[in-house]
């Protein structure tokens, strides 16, 4: 088992090297130029050279790379092109409002969609089966910003129960009351996303699951469904629910950038869409990196909890 995880973990570090090679080289070749964010009308070539100078823009791609990985290794992911502060400061700010945000609603999504899961599969083709697959199918076809502007009209606009955007109100002293009121609607909208993906799949699951000889001779045996369904089948239906939480695991520190530039919450989803708009290449590859070594983590995390939910599998081979 150590030998195994050992084996995996060293996987990671060509993974992400080739991560790094083809995201640089992608982020260095898409149109556009940071310097043009410095340029003023009275600037001269020269000016506008020495800026480029200045942030090592005018050098070869491959010494731009080489000069970028010796510094990440170092534990030095760069400096913003645009914001003019050091990239780690400025993740570790926004961290964690994307840890609590996402965390939340995803762990609001596993909880609710299992039991409505497995009552929608064991009531296959009955009322409660078409309601939550309606309601499933309405989830995953609505666009979340859509989602979310409709939650502003509603509960903001029109009730003014909720604040529409940010983390806290201005003026008003911190507290988590406030953070939690403005947490809400972003939580929902993201939440309801989630929760219509991972009811799908567990309700598919619980179908098959239920039609298995397992199922048939624990009936003959003249247990009842119910101890069936949460005692045995549960365990096996955790099993898309541990591939999708690895698949999700990387949007807990990256955050959803949808969601987050609704709402104006000030996350690393909010802070990707800033530098990619911006151009800001140090910026874009630790979101990048970052990213990708969380998804990576996610689904080794995904392998470790498959034994532990059915410990005939040998994920870790």
């Not at 940010?166 to 989630?194: E, K, Q």
């Not at 799908?200 to 045996?221: E, G, M």
Request: proline share 5%; with cysteine.
């Amino acid at each position: 088992m150590n030998n195994v995880l050992v084996r995996r973990l060293a996987q990671l570090v060509p993974m992400l090297f080739f991560i790094s090679l083809v995201s640089f080289l992608l982020v260095k070749l898409a149109p556009g130029d940071p310097v043009q964010a410095y340029i003023t009308p009275r600037m001269s070539p020269e000016d506008i050279e020495r800026i480029r100078h200045s942030l090592g823009l005018d050098k070869p791609m491959f010494m731009q790379y080489l000069l970028w990985l010796k510094n990440v290794l170092q534990g030095d992911l760069g400096y913003s092109l645009i914001y003019h502060r050091p990239v780690l400061t400025m993740i570790a700010e926004r961290i964690p409002a994307t840890l609590g945000l996402m965390g939340a609603s995803l762990v609001l999504a596993i909880v609710l969609a299992i039991p409505l899961g497995l009552l929608a599969g064991a009531f296959k083709h009955r009322w409660l089966d078409h309601f939550l697959n309606m309601f499933a199918y309405i989830g995953i076809s609505v666009p979340i910003f859509w989602f979310g502007i409709l939650l502003i009209t509603v509960f903001s606009v029109q009730l003014n129960w909720l604040p529409s955007m940010g983390m806290r109100t201005i003026g008003v002293d911190d507290s988590w009351l406030d953070v939690f009121r403005h947490g809400i609607l972003p939580c929902i909208a993201l939440t309801f996303y989630n929760l219509s993906n991972y009811v799908r799949y567990i309700r598919s699951n619980t179908i098959t699951q239920l039609s298995a000889d397992y199922v048939q001779t624990q009936l003959a045996y003249g247990a009842t469904r119910r101890s069936i369904l949460f005692r045995h089948v549960l365990k096996n239906v955790l099993l898309p629910v541990i591939t999708l939480f690895g698949l999700s695991f990387g949007e807990l520190v990256v955050g959803a950038y949808v969601t987050e530039s609704v709402f104006s919450w000030p996350g690393m989803g909010l802070l990707g869409i800033q530098s990619i708009t911006s151009l800001d290449y140090p910026l874009i590859m630790a979101m990048i990196m970052l990213s990708s070594t969380m998804l990576i983590v996610g689904n080794l995390l995904a392998d470790l909890l498959y034994r532990v939910a059915d410990p005939r599998i040998k994920a870790l081979r």
